[in-house]
């Protein structure tokens, strides 16, 4: 694989695409630190540089679909595997790349700095197909991950109700530095855990389970943007 360094260095995506990519024996490719890339461009160095495995930013990749939809162009050839994530995913954007992406795969990943980074995926190629859903879920937890949608009094919603997603499980950060405050109302002890010291993680946005297990990120709690 030539898995594309998209994310500024300074943000945690960039470990998700260089720490994995380097452990699974793949080839990181780096692009210049300009402005974000015109589609046109961007498109181009994908097939320059035969580049597999790209993780872009939501309204990113949605404005890249669309452009090269109404270009009429066609995907660049080597390109296997597209996750999105940072923003919601809408469904008029995952219906038109299903019209275009032939084989490519494609991932709506959701997950906080906090839980380093990732946390749950949904996958068009094992879950239900675009033009069957009517929102676009962030999926199911990653390997030993746990996600829980909770009320106020910490206790599981009813599928179909709205609560708090808790994440729970590898991979959550310490806390905040210096800020332990903060910490302590947001990495919480794990209410269904056995295990000493084990915590969840409040991530203060709103979600659902739906019947079949999928999730949906409904947005924020309060004002953060």
């Not at 998700?16 to 300009?34: D, I, K």
């Not at 597209?82 to 923003?87: A, I, L, N, Y």
Request: glycine residues 8%.
């Amino acid at each position: 694989d030539r898995v594309l360094q998209f994310a500024s260095v300074s943000f945690d995506v960039a470990a998700e695409e260089c720490f994995p990519t380097w452990l699974a024996g793949g080839t990181v490719v780096l692009r210049s630190h300009e402005p974000v890339p015109a589609y046109d461009d961007f498109s181009r160095f994908l097939r320059e540089r035969r580049v597999t495995v790209v993780n872009l930013p939501t309204p990113y990749w949605a404005g890249w679909i669309e452009e090269m939809d109404r270009a009429a162009s066609a995907l660049p050839p080597d390109l296997r595997l597209t996750v999105v994530g940072s923003e919601k995913a809408q469904v008029d954007d995952l219906r038109r790349w299903s019209r275009m992406a032939g084989d490519c795969s494609w991932c709506n990943a959701y997950g906080p700095t906090e839980a380093t980074i990732t946390a749950s995926i949904y996958r068009t190629d094992h879950d239900p197909a675009p033009s069957t859903v009517r929102t676009v879920p962030i999926g199911r937890p990653i390997a030993n991950v746990e996600l829980y949608v909770l009320d106020a009094h910490l206790q599981p919603v009813p599928v179909g109700v709205a609560g708090e997603l808790h994440i729970g499980g590898a991979g959550l950060a310490r806390g905040y530095h210096h800020l332990p405050a903060l910490t302590a109302e947001r990495f919480i002890p794990h209410p269904f855990s056995l295990d000493r010291g084990a915590r969840l993680y409040r991530t203060g946005d709103l979600a659902r389970r739906r019947a079949d297990g999928l999730v949906e990120f409904l947005g924020r709690g309060d004002d953060q943007i």
